[in-house]
C-alpha cells in the first residue's frame, strides 16, 4: 500500500508538470476560435491545417529555413562553448600561473553580471564591425569562453579527478597537452556533455539576442519566426503558431534524450568509466 500511494503521488506529480505540454499539444489541432472561446483541453473538433500553414511557410519564407538557422546558430554556440570553456577551465583547474586565484574570482563575478549591462557595448562593436544582421554575433563569443557558469562547472569537475592520474601522464612523459587530451578530456565528458546539453537548450530558446542581432526575415531562427504568423486582421493566428511551438519543441526533446544517458553513466561512476 505504501508503495501503491508513493507512486500514486508521482503520477500525480508528474501529470501536472506535464499539463502544460499537452494543452500545448491539444492547442494545435484546435481551430482558432475554439482556442479563444473553450477552456476545454481535448479539442471539439480536430484540425490538422494548422500543421499544413506552417509547413507552407510564412512570409514566403519555408518554416525549414527557421529550423535551419535555429540548428546552425545553436550547433555553432553548442561547439565554441565546449571548446574554448573546456580550455579555460583546464588552466584554472591544472595549471599553475601568476594571478590564477584573482583572474578565476574576476571570471566568476562576471556570472553575477546582467547580461543586459553589456548588451549595448556589445552591439556597439559588432556594428562597428558591420556584423550585424549575421549569425556572428550569436556564435563567435561563445568562441570566446564568455559564459562563466559552464567554466566554473567543468572547473569543479576538473578538480575532482585523482590527482594520482595526472601525476602518472606526467611520470610518462605527458606535457600539460598531452594530459589534458589522453587524461583529463575524456574523464570530464559528462561535465562537456551537460554543458553541450544547456548550451543548445538556451541557444535553441534564446529570443532577445536574436532579435538584437538579427534584421532580416529569412535569417530568423525559430523564436522570431514565431512572431511572423499574424493574419489578416493584424491578429495572431494562433491555430499555427501554436503548431510551429510544438515542432519547436521537438528538437529540443530529441536532443536531451540523445544525450541524458551520457549524464546518467557519468554520475554513477563519477567520471572515472574509461578508466
Given at each position: 500500500?505504501?508503495?501503491?500511494?508513493?507512486?500514486?503521488?508521482?503520477?500525480?506529480?508528474?501529470?501536472?508538470?506535464?499539463?502544460?505540454?499537452?494543452?500545448?499539444?491539444?492547442?494545435?489541432?484546435?481551430?482558432?476560435?475554439?482556442?479563444?472561446?473553450?477552456?476545454?483541453?481535448?479539442?471539439?473538433?480536430?484540425?490538422?491545417?494548422?500543421?499544413?500553414?506552417?509547413?507552407?511557410?510564412?512570409?514566403?519564407?519555408?518554416?525549414?529555413?527557421?529550423?535551419?538557422?535555429?540548428?546552425?546558430?545553436?550547433?555553432?554556440?553548442?561547439?565554441?562553448?565546449?571548446?574554448?570553456?573546456?580550455?579555460?577551465?583546464?588552466?584554472?583547474?591544472?595549471?599553475?600561473?601568476?594571478?590564477?586565484?584573482?583572474?578565476?574570482?574576476?571570471?566568476?563575478?562576471?556570472?553575477?553580471?546582467?547580461?543586459?549591462?553589456?548588451?549595448?557595448?556589445?552591439?556597439?562593436?559588432?556594428?562597428?564591425?558591420?556584423?550585424?544582421?549575421?549569425?556572428?554575433?550569436?556564435?563567435?563569443?561563445?568562441?570566446?569562453?564568455?559564459?562563466?557558469?559552464?567554466?566554473?562547472?567543468?572547473?569543479?569537475?576538473?578538480?575532482?579527478?585523482?590527482?594520482?592520474?595526472?601525476?602518472?601522464?606526467?611520470?610518462?612523459?605527458?606535457?600539460?597537452?598531452?594530459?589534458?587530451?589522453?587524461?583529463?578530456?575524456?574523464?570530464?565528458?559528462?561535465?562537456?556533455?551537460?554543458?553541450?546539453?544547456?548550451?543548445?537548450?538556451?541557444?535553441?530558446?534564446?529570443?532577445?539576442?536574436?532579435?538584437?542581432?538579427?534584421?532580416?526575415?529569412?535569417?530568423?531562427?525559430?523564436?522570431?519566426?514565431?512572431?511572423?504568423?499574424?493574419?489578416?486582421?493584424?491578429?495572431?493566428?494562433?491555430?499555427?503558431?501554436?503548431?510551429?511551438?510544438?515542432?519547436?519543441?521537438?528538437?529540443?526533446?530529441?536532443?536531451?534524450?540523445?544525450?541524458?544517458?551520457l549524464i546518467v553513466d557519468g554520475v554513477s561512476t563519477t567520471g572515472m568509466g574509461g578508466t
Amino acid at each position: 500500500m505504501r508503495r501503491f500511494v508513493w507512486h500514486a503521488v508521482i503520477v500525480g506529480l508528474l501529470l501536472v508538470l506535464l499539463y502544460p505540454l499537452v494543452w500545448l499539444v491539444a492547442m494545435s489541432f484546435k481551430p482558432a476560435e475554439e482556442i479563444v472561446s473553450s477552456l476545454s483541453l481535448l479539442p471539439k473538433k480536430v484540425v490538422l491545417g494548422n500543421y499544413a500553414e506552417v509547413f507552407e511557410g510564412t512570409g514566403g519564407i519555408p518554416v525549414w529555413r527557421f529550423f535551419g538557422n535555429s540548428l546552425i546558430v545553436a550547433v555553432l554556440s553548442v561547439i565554441g562553448n565546449v571548446i574554448s570553456c573546456t580550455l579555460a577551465a583546464y588552466a584554472f583547474a591544472r595549471l599553475r600561473f601568476r594571478l590564477r586565484g584573482p583572474l578565476f574570482a574576476l571570471m566568476l563575478a562576471t556570472i553575477m553580471l546582467p547580461a543586459h549591462v553589456v548588451l549595448i557595448p556589445q552591439y556597439t562593436i559588432f556594428n562597428n564591425l558591420e556584423l550585424i544582421d549575421t549569425f556572428v554575433p550569436l556564435a563567435l563569443p561563445k568562441f570566446l569562453a564568455t559564459d562563466a557558469f559552464f567554466i566554473f562547472l567543468i572547473v569543479q569537475f576538473m578538480r575532482g579527478l585523482p590527482d594520482e592520474l595526472a601525476d602518472a601522464a606526467r611520470i610518462d612523459g605527458c606535457g600539460a597537452v598531452r594530459s589534458f587530451t589522453h587524461v583529463v578530456l575524456p574523464l570530464s565528458r559528462p561535465a562537456l556533455v551537460t554543458t553541450a546539453i544547456f548550451t543548445f537548450i538556451w541557444t535553441w530558446n534564446d529570443f532577445l539576442s536574436q532579435l538584437i542581432y538579427l534584421n532580416t526575415p529569412e535569417k530568423y531562427t525559430l523564436p522570431l519566426a514565431l512572431r511572423l504568423f499574424i493574419d489578416q486582421t493584424s491578429e495572431s493566428s494562433y491555430g499555427p503558431m501554436f503548431a510551429m511551438s510544438v515542432l519547436t519543441l521537438l528538437p529540443i526533446g530529441l536532443f536531451f534524450l540523445a544525450f541524458q544517458r551520457l549524464i546518467v553513466d557519468g554520475v554513477s561512476t563519477t567520471g572515472m568509466g574509461g578508466t
